[in-house]
């Protein structure tokens, strides 16, 4: 079975540039995730999705932050203007559960690593 | 989000077992215990989860106490490949979301 498909792996970019990163879910996973990894810390959510639609997205900044999954399949997490702060390891990851089931195991990608100079 | 408590750092040798602790005495009676690993420059990889009994699964094996503010990851015979970040996570059973602290990082030496 593939696995969770992330894009690209590495970015480096100036700060004010904007930058998009791209995620594949495993196939016919309905939960996407976004979290942002610092260097040192735990992975922290920035965005879940159910299908196509968002299902908490209070810990995105969301003026410079932004993300989409339309057909509920891909999604894309863009970042315009990117600040220093910003640099981190972007980590998608996907589900099969939906809300009341146990499971809950979340499969993780690999990452796209940001660095904003 | 129901907090947990780790040690920042854990060393073991290897082919021997490992015992990681977590501390979360805040959990609600709906709350799973889940752990998830990450090796170096990978995401995090599922573990093992519970609720109230004891679980065991090809990777490890997780203990958890009789009034589950406290439970215990055990890593029969660590090798080399176990070497990663051990995150102790509580997860209520009407939501996915996942709110990671900073983990173990449990060092194997040969």
């Known amino acids: 079975e593939a696995g969770v498909a992330q894009s690209p792996r590495y970015k480096i970019i100036e700060k004010r540039q904007s930058v998009a990163f791209w995620c594949n879910p495993i196939?016919?996973?309905?939960?996407l995730y976004w979290y942002q990894q610092i260097l040192g810390q735990g992975p922290k959510l920035l965005i879940q999705?159910?299908?196509?639609?968002?299902?908490?997205d209070s810990q995105l900044p969301k003026d410079r932050f932004s993300a989409e999954r339309l057909k509920g399949v891909d999604s894309t997490l863009k970042i315009q203007p990117a600040k220093l702060e910003d640099s981190a390891v972007y980590l998608c990851?996907?589900?099969?559960?939906?809300?009341?089931?146990?499971?809950?195991?979340?499969?993780f990608g690999e990452g796209s690593r940001l660095t904003v100079l | 989000d129901a907090k947990t408590t780790q040690p920042n750092s854990m060393e073991s040798n290897e082919e021997e077992p490992v015992h990681l602790p977590c501390n979360h005495s805040t959990i609600s009676g709906t709350d799973y215990i889940h752990w998830y690993r990450q090796l170096p420059s990978q995401g995090p990889e599922y573990v093992i989860h519970g609720l109230t009994s004891n679980v065991n699964n090809r990777m490890a094996s997780l203990a958890i106490a009789e009034d589950r503010k406290s439970s215990t990851l055990i890593l029969h015979r660590a090798t080399l490949r176990d070497a990663a970040v051990y995150y102790c996570?509580?997860?209520?059973?009407?939501?996915?979301?996942?709110?990671f602290g900073g983990g173990t990082r449990l060092m194997v030496k040969p």
């Open positions: 196939s016919g996973h309905a939960t």
């Open positions: 990851a996907s589900s099969l559960a939906n809300r009341g089931l146990d499971t809950g195991e979340l499969f």
């Open positions: 999705f159910q299908n196509n639609g968002v299902v908490d």
């Open positions: 996570i509580l997860r209520d059973y009407t939501g996915n979301m996942l709110t």
